[in-house]
């Protein structure tokens, strides 16, 4: 079956605006978490989704945003970009039903942000 | 709340020898532990995890893992690796009621002919 998608792939912005990237789950998968990772921070958890709700979130300003439609697939939102907002954004998909991370995650290969 | 330090940041080894990346983790509560891989240019791939039961588990491509609760441990061991392991390693720890996954900063296993 099809992996997870992240779309697109590259993507450069200048600060202060904003931009929208997209994550299609694996099908049947209702859950997507994102996730950022830099250099310096590491892979740090922004949040997941699951059946359009958040049902968890990590400590990142009120700038990055997210939502689930109704076929599962996840956007992610920054507005207002910072330099330090350069980085590669991955998105992970799973059944998520089965209470914590108990089902596998699969990664997407990520979208790699610049800001400039 | 729970943290994960990966002792190494890079681990050099020769192709065919064995190799051991160090995971500790720190959690209040029982915890569900993972390794994964990155290889360049790539998301993440799961090589194995710990739910319950056995302490040691089995993963894809000959790694292995051994879960020590008493030294919150969750080391990664491969008796011989391959040039192709070449590759960057997480540690990661969720908590068993919620769904936030927290990962180490990677460590880089570099094999060399």
């Known amino acids: 079956k099809a992996g997870v998608t992240q779309t697109p792939r590259y993507l450069i912005k200048t600060r202060g605006q904003q931009v929208t990237l997209s994550c299609s789950p694996i099908?049947?998968?209702?859950?997507v978490s994102w996730y950022q990772q830099t250099p310096g921070q590491g892979l740090q958890f922004l949040f997941e989704y699951f059946s359009e709700t958040q049902r968890n979130k990590g400590n990142f300003p009120g700038r990055f945003s997210g939502r689930q439609f109704s076929n599962s697939r996840s956007e992610m939102n920054v507005s207002t970009l910072e330099l330090g907002d350069s980085a590669l954004y991955l998105c992970?998909?799973?059944?998520?039903?089965?209470?914590?991370?108990?089902?596998?995650?699969?990664f997407g290969p990520g979208t790699r942000l610049t800001v400039l | 709340a729970q943290s994960v330090t990966q002792l190494d940041s890079q681990v050099p080894v020769f192709e065919e020898a064995p190799v051991e990346l160090r995971c500790n983790y720190s959690s209040s509560v029982s915890v569900y532990l993972f390794w994964y891989v990155q290889y360049p240019n790539q998301g993440l791939q799961l090589l194995l995890k710990?739910?319950?039961?056995?302490?040691l588990v089995k993963g894809i491509n000959g790694f292995e893992a051994e879960f020590n609760k008493s030294q919150t441990s969750f080391h990664l061991r491969k008796p011989s690796v391959h040039i192709s392991d070449t590759a960057e390693y997480f540690c990661a720890v969720s908590d068993t009621g919620g769904f936030k996954t927290i990962f180490g900063a990677g460590t880089r296993l570099f094999v060399k002919a």
């Open positions: 710990y739910l319950s039961g056995s302490t």
């Open positions: 992970a998909s799973s059944f998520g039903t089965s209470g914590g991370f108990t089902d596998t995650q699969y």
């Open positions: 099908s049947g998968h209702r859950s």
